[in-house]
């Protein structure tokens, strides 16, 4: 059900891909109670990408899942920008993240919805 994105304008080693996205993984599992069996983690790296008027390094993520909480957002969010901030060395403030809150009849799995 969750599914983080994150995009990032920096280059990154293959090693260093596995080791985010596997630790990414299961901090979404642990911060949203979800199995991490129903985690996706998805990263891009080195797009073209601007913020804030420079090129310097950045990082957009979405993270979506049915029930998402609102009150979550915040730790989530701290969470989140930490988890980049320590992979890839994007100062936190250069970070944005957009939360969703998936409706079950909006997501599909196993050839049929939650």
Avoid at 12 to 34: D, I, M, Q
Avoid at 51 to 73: N, R, V
Wanted: aromatic content about 8%; overall charge negative.
């Amino acid at each position: 059900m969750p599914l983080l994105k994150i995009q990032t304008n920096q280059s990154l080693h293959e090693n260093h891909n596995t080791s985010l996205v596997n630790e990414a993984s299961e901090e979404v599992a642990r911060l949203l109670g979800k199995p991490e069996r129903y985690v996706m983690v998805s990263l891009q790296s080195n797009p073209l990408m601007r913020f804030a008027g420079t090129d310097a390094p950045l990082a957009y993520l979405e993270l979506k899942s049915i029930g998402l909480p609102e009150s979550a957002t915040q730790s989530l969010s701290e969470a989140l920008c930490d988890l980049v901030h320590q992979h890839l060395g994007v100062d936190r403030d250069r970070i944005y993240i957009e939360f969703t809150d998936a409706p079950r009849a909006m997501w599909g799995w196993n050839g049929t919805t939650f």
